[in-house]
C-alpha cells in the first residue's frame, strides 16, 4: 500500500507543476512576435477605412509616397493580380451557403486590401512601408482617400429586410447561411400543446476578446532560397501556412515557414487570417527587407474578429409540475462585412447544437440565420457558441422555474441527463460522452450555501442591499474534434493533434507538438504526459512547438483542444517510445519482453542484477545502433497523430451571489462558486487559472463589455478608454471545486479546460441580479443604470 | 533632440524626436523588449516602468520628458542570475499569477511599487492598486494570491483559508 502511494505521488500527470515557460514572462525575457526585429527591419502601417460601408472614389498616395523614409505605397489596385482573396474555411454544414468569390472556388472572405468598396469601419485600405515607425506613422496620414458613403445595415434582422443595402453581389439578401439542426415539428407541436410556455428575447451582445497583446507580423524573403518567413501571432500556424500558400500568396507549399513565437492572449481571435499577414510576405519579397507590422489597440478593436453577436428569439415549453418538453431557437447571427476564416461555422453548429444543454427534453429545434452586415468580422470568442447557447437556456430556466412557483435549483435537477443514460443523443447533434450533471449541480449548491440563502437574503435586506442567486449548468462541446464529423460540420480541414518524441542519445527529450499554446503553459503540461509515461524529471525535457519547419503538423489551438486532442497524442508517442525501448532491452537481456521491468528511469530483470540498462543507456544504444534486434530502426524518435473518436464533453454548474444597492443599482458580486468537470486533470494548477480567467471573462460580458456600433458602422467602442474589460477590483476571489468524470474518447480520459468556465459565467450574473430585483429579464451587459431604472420602473421583491 | 538619462544604472543618451515615446526609446532603440505596449492609451499597464523610483507608463511619456530621469524596466528590476526570480516573481510562479506573460512585466512594476509603499498590502489594497494594469488570462486572482502569500510569509502566518492554491 505505502509503495503504491508513493508511486501515486510521484506521478506528473496530475502534479500541481509550476509552468517553467513562467520564469520567462516574469522576467520579461520571453519573445512576443513585437519584439522580433531582424535587422534591416522595415515598418508596415495600415490606413483603414473610415466609414462602415463606402465606394472608394479615389486614393492619392503620391504625397505620402515621396516622404521621407517611405519605401512603398500599396492600395488595392496594386495587389489585385497579386494577392488572392482570403478564404473562409469552416461554413455552416450541410446547408446552402453564399460568400464573396474566391478565384479557387473556395468560399471567399475579402481582399487583402480593399478593392473599389470598404464594408467595415476597419477594413485595411492602403498599406504604407517605411524605414521607421513613426516614418510610416507619418506617410499613412499623407494618403488622401475619397470615399462616397453608402447606406449602411448593422442589425442582422435590418439586413435580411426587403431594400436593405447589400453587402455582396454574390450573396443575395446579405444571407449567408440559414441553419437548422433538431426536431422543427416536434418542437413546434410540443410548444403548442404546452401547460407552459415561456419566451424570452435576447441579445446576446458583440464582445470584442481585447487579448493584452495586439496581432503583429514580420515577413522575410530569402531569395537565396526564394523562400519566406513570416513570424506571426497565429494560433494555428501550420493551418495559416497552408492557406497562405496556397489560397492567398500562390507560392509552393515548401516556399512558407510560418513561426509563431509567445503569443500574448487569443481567446479566439488568432486562430484566423487577417490581411496583415500575406501583406507583410508580400512586401518584404518586393523590397528586399523585413517587413513588420504591429497592431494598435484601436486597430485591434477594429479589425481583430470579435465574439457573440447573436439576436435570439428564444422559447421554452414545460409542464406544470417541472419537466421541461420543449426549447427552440431563432437566432440572427451577425457575420460583419466578410465571413472570418471560421466565423460561420461558430455561428451555426457550436451554437445552435447546444441549445439544450445538460438537459433531457424530448424536443428541441435550432435555426440561425448567419447573415452580413456592416461591422467588424465576428469570430470565436472564448467558450462561443455555447456560451450563447447555455446563456439562453439558463435564463429559460430560471423563468420556467419562477413561472411555475419551483426552486431553480430542483427544476435543474429534475430535467438533467441522469448519470446512467451516457452516451446520451441530444437530440441536435452531439452526442454526450460521459457525465454526472446532478452531482456537480448538488455539490456547487453545497458549496455557495445554498440552503441558507433564504437567512442570508434577509440580513442583505437589513443592510438595505438586494440579495440574489443565480444558478447556471452547462456542458460544452470541446476538443474538435473527429476530422470527418467536422467535414460534415462544414470545416474544410482536418482536426487531428500531433506530438513527436525525440530520445536523444544523452537520455533528454525532445517533445515537439503541433498545437500552439496562447498562455496555457504547454511546455509544461505536455512535458508532464511525456514524464509520466517515461518516468524521467521533468528537466530532461524540451518541449518544442510552433515553428512550422520543425513541428510535426498539428492543427492548433481552438475549442479547447489542445489538451485533449494533442495530449492523448503525446501520450500515445511516449507509449512508442517506452515500447521500443523495452523491446530493446529484452533483446539486450536475452529474456521475453515480458520479463523486462521498467521503473524510475532503469529497465531490469528482477531478481537478475546483471541485466539493468538506464533510460539514458538504452538510449544511447538505440543511438549507435550495434546489435540491434533484427529488423528494429535505430534511435528513438516518434510522432503519432491523433484524431479522436468524438468530441469530449465537460459539464457544471456555477453559483453566483450578488447584493444590488438599490439606491444606486450597484452589483457586488459577493461569492462565486464555480464545479466543473474536465474528466482528469493533468495539471490542477493551470487548470486552475485557465478556469479563474474563464469566469472573469463571462462575468465581463455579463456586466460590463459590449461592442457598440453606430447606424453607419462606426465603432464607438474603439480603445479600452471606451471598452471597458474587468479590472482586478470588480471580482472576489471564487470558491472552486471540481469532479472528475473521464471521457472515453481518449486514453487519458481528459476533457477541455481552457473555456468551459466562460460558457455558464454571464447567466449565472444575469440569474443572480434578476433573482435579486425581481426582474423577468434584463439585457447584458448589466450595468448599474439599467439595474437602477429597472427597480424605479416597480420591480420589487 | 539628445536627451540623456539613466536606464537600468547605466547612462544613456539618445537622438530621438520630440515625439518619441518613453516605450519605443526602451524598446526600439535600446532594445529593452522586455516592456509591452498593449493599448497606447495608458489604460492596461503593459508598459509600466519605474521613473525616479515611481511607476509610470511609458507609453504615455515623451523620451525628452524623461531628460535626466532614473528610469527601470524590467530587465534592471529582475534579479541578475540567469532564470533567477525575486521574492514577488518566485510567488507569482508559485501561483501561475502569468499565463500568457504579456501583462506580466508590467504587472511585476507596478507590484513593487506597491509594496515599496506599503508592504502589507491587503487584498482591497491590492485590487485597488492593480487598477492600472489590465490581464485578461488570470482573472487576476492568482496575481493577487501571489501578494497575499508574499504578505503572509513575511509575516510568518499561514493563508487564510480558501486562498490556498492547487
Not at chain 1, 452516451?423 to 455557495?448: M, V
Not at chain 1, 517515461?534 to 524540451?542: E, G, P, S, T, Y
Not at chain 2, 507609453?59 to 524623461?66: G, T
Not at chain 2, 502569468?98 to 506599503?118: A, D, W, Y
Request: charged content about 20%.
Amino acid at each position: 500500500m505505502t509503495e503504491m502511494k508513493t508511486a501515486q505521488q510521484q506521478r506528473t500527470f496530475g502534479a500541481s507543476l509550476r509552468p517553467r515557460e513562467d520564469v520567462g514572462f516574469l522576467r520579461g525575457e520571453a519573445i512576443f512576435t513585437a519584439d522580433y526585429t531582424p535587422p534591416g527591419t522595415l515598418h508596415m502601417e495600415l490606413l483603414r477605412s473610415e466609414h462602415g460601408h463606402a465606394r472608394i472614389v479615389d486614393i492619392d498616395t503620391t504625397v505620402a509616397a515621396a516622404m521621407p523614409g517611405v519605401r512603398a505605397v500599396v492600395t488595392g489596385a496594386d495587389i489585385a493580380d497579386k494577392l488572392l482573396p482570403l478564404p473562409c474555411v469552416w461554413i455552416p454544414g450541410g446547408v446552402e451557403s453564399h460568400f464573396p468569390p474566391h478565384p479557387y472556388g473556395v468560399p471567399g472572405a475579402g481582399f487583402v486590401l480593399a478593392q473599389e468598396r470598404v464594408r467595415f469601419i476597419g477594413e485595411p485600405v492602403v498599406a504604407v512601408v517605411a524605414e521607421t515607425v513613426y516614418q510610416a506613422h507619418d506617410a499613412i496620414k499623407a494618403v488622401r482617400v475619397e470615399y462616397e458613403p453608402l447606406p449602411a445595415v448593422t442589425d442582422p434582422r435590418e439586413a435580411l429586410a426587403e431594400g436593405a443595402p447589400l453587402l455582396h453581389e454574390a450573396v443575395p439578401g446579405n444571407l449567408n447561411a440559414y441553419w437548422t439542426c433538431g426536431d422543427k415539428d416536434g418542437t413546434d407541436a410540443a410548444i403548442a400543446e404546452a401547460e407552459v410556455v415561456i419566451e424570452l428575447d435576447i441579445v446576446n451582445q458583440r464582445t470584442i476578446n481585447n487579448p493584452l497583446e495586439p496581432r503583429a507580423a514580420v515577413g522575410e524573403y530569402d531569395p537565396a532560397t526564394d523562400e519566406y518567413t513570416l513570424h506571426a501571432t497565429s494560433q494555428s500556424p501550420h493551418n495559416h501556412r497552408f492557406l497562405l500558400a496556397a489560397l492567398v500568396l500562390g507560392i509552393p507549399f515548401n516556399k512558407l515557414r510560418l513561426v509563431a513565437t509567445n503569443i500574448g492572449g487569443s481567446f479566439g481571435t488568432k486562430g484566423y487570417l487577417y490581411p496583415d499577414m500575406p501583406l507583410v510576405l508580400f512586401l518584404a519579397k518586393r523590397l528586399g527587407a523585413p517587413v513588420k507590422w504591429v497592431d494598435t489597440r484601436n486597430g485591434l478593436m477594429r479589425s481583430t474578429v470579435q465574439g457573440r453577436d447573436h439576436t435570439q428569439k428564444v422559447v421554452l415549453a414545460g409542464t406544470r409540475d417541472g419537466k421541461i418538453t420543449a426549447v427552440r431557437c431563432t437566432s440572427w447571427s451577425n457575420l460583419g462585412g466578410y465571413p472570418s476564416t471560421i466565423g460561420p461555422g461558430v455561428a451555426t453548429a457550436l451554437m445552435g447544437r447546444s441549445i439544450s444543454g445538460p438537459y433531457e427534453i424530448p424536443h428541441a429545434f435550432a435555426e440561425v440565420y448567419a447573415v452580413f452586415t456592416n461591422v467588424v468580422p465576428l469570430g470565436a470568442q472564448r467558450g462561443s457558441g455555447r456560451a450563447e447557447a447555455t446563456y439562453l437556456m439558463e435564463r429559460l430556466v430560471d423563468r420556467y422555474a419562477a413561472e411555475i412557483g419551483k426552486d431553480p435549483a430542483a427544476i435543474r435537477l429534475q430535467n438533467m441527463v441522469p448519470a446512467d443514460r451516457f452516451p446520451y443523443d441530444n437530440g441536435l447533434g452531439w452526442e454526450y460522452d460521459s457525465g454526472d450533471y446532478p452531482t456537480a449541480l448538488r455539490l456547487a449548491l453545497q458549496r455557495a450555501g445554498y440552503d441558507d440563502i433564504a437567512a442570508e437574503r434577509a440580513k442583505a435586506k437589513e443592510r438595505g442591499k438586494l440579495l440574489g442567486v443565480g444558478i447556471s449548468s452547462y456542458v460544452a462541446i470541446c476538443g474538435v474534434g473527429p476530422s470527418t464529423r467536422m467535414s460534415k460540420e462544414g470545416m474544410l480541414g482536418g482536426t487531428w493533434e500531433s506530438a513527436n518524441v525525440r530520445v536523444h542519445p544523452s537520455g533528454e527529450i525532445a517533445l515537439t507538438i503541433g498545437s500552439q499554446s496562447t498562455g496555457q503553459s504547454h511546455e509544461t503540461v505536455f512535458a508532464q504526459i511525456t514524464a509520466d509515461v517515461l518516468q524521467v524529471d521533468m528537466d530532461v525535457i524540451r518541449v518544442y512547438r510552433s515553428d512550422t519547419q520543425k513541428a510535426p503538423y498539428g492543427q492548433g489551438t481552438y475549442g479547447s483542444r489542445s489538451y485533449s486532442v494533442g495530449g492523448p497524442a503525446v501520450h500515445l508517442a511516449s507509449m512508442k517510445i517506452l515500447n521500443k525501448m523495452r523491446e530493446a532491452a529484452a533483446y539486450f537481456f536475452e529474456v521475453a519482453e515480458s520479463a523486462v521491468d521498467y521503473r524510475d528511469g532503469v529497465f531490469s530483470v528482477p531478481g537478475d542484477a546483471d541485466r539493468t540498462k538506464t533510460f539514458a543507456d538504452l538510449a544511447m544504444a538505440l543511438w549507435y545502433g550495434w546489435n540491434l534486434k533484427p529488423g528494429m530502426e535505430p534511435t528513438l524518435d516518434e510522432t503519432v497523430f491523433f484524431d479522436p473518436p468524438d468530441f469530449n464533453y465537460p459539464f457544471g454548474s456555477h453559483v453566483a451571489i450578488v447584493e444590488v444597492d438599490p439606491t444606486t443599482g450597484e452589483i457586488e458580486l459577493v461569492r462565486y462558486v464555480a464545479v466543473d468537470d474536465s474528466g482528469p486533470i493533468g495539471n490542477p494548477l493551470v487548470v486552475q487559472g485557465q478556469v479563474e480567467g474563464s469566469i472573469v471573462h463571462g462575468i465581463g460580458q455579463a456586466l460590463i463589455e459590449a461592442a457598440r456600433f453606430d447606424a453607419d458602422g462606426q465603432l464607438l467602442t474603439d480603445d479600452l478608454r471606451t471598452y471597458a474589460i474587468p479590472r482586478a477590483a470588480d471580482v472576489p476571489f471564487f470558491v472552486l471545486d471540481r469532479t472528475v468524470t473521464p471521457s472515453p474518447h481518449n486514453q487519458l480520459g481528459v476533457k477541455g479546460s481552457g473555456e468551459t468556465a466562460t460558457v455558464p459565467a454571464a447567466a449565472a450574473i444575469s440569474n443572480a441580479i434578476c433573482d435579486a430585483i425581481g426582474v423577468a429579464d434584463i439585457p447584458m451587459p448589466i450595468t448599474p443604470e439599467k439595474v437602477w431604472r429597472a427597480l424605479q420602473d416597480g420591480a420589487t421583491r | 533632440m539628445r536627451t540623456g538619462l539613466t536606464v537600468n544604472g547605466a547612462p544613456v543618451a539618445a537622438d530621438v524626436e520630440p515625439r518619441m515615446l518613453l516605450v519605443d526609446l526602451l524598446r526600439d532603440t535600446l532594445g529593452l523588449t522586455g516592456t509591452k505596449v498593449g493599448c497606447d492609451t495608458g489604460q492596461c499597464g503593459s508598459c509600466v516602468v519605474h521613473v525616479n523610483g515611481l511607476s509610470a507608463k511609458s507609453c504615455a511619456i515623451l523620451a525628452v520628458s524623461a531628460e535626466g530621469a532614473d528610469v527601470t524596466t524590467i530587465e534592471g528590476a529582475r534579479p541578475g542570475e540567469p532564470r533567477g526570480l525575486d521574492a514577488l516573481q518566485t510567488e507569482l510562479a508559485d501561483t501561475h499569477g502569468t499565463q500568457c506573460g504579456f501583462c506580466t512585466p508590467g504587472m511585476v512594476m507596478s507590484l513593487h511599487e506597491l509594496l515599496r509603499r506599503n508592504p502589507k498590502p491587503s487584498e482591497a489594497d491590492i485590487r485597488t492598486w492593480l487598477t492600472g494594469n489590465l490581464c485578461r488570462c488570470t482573472g487576476y486572482h492568482s496575481v493577487v494570491r501571489a501578494v497575499l502569500q508574499l504578505v503572509a510569509k513575511a509575516d510568518g502566518q499561514a493563508l487564510s483559508a480558501g486562498l490556498e492554491v492547487s
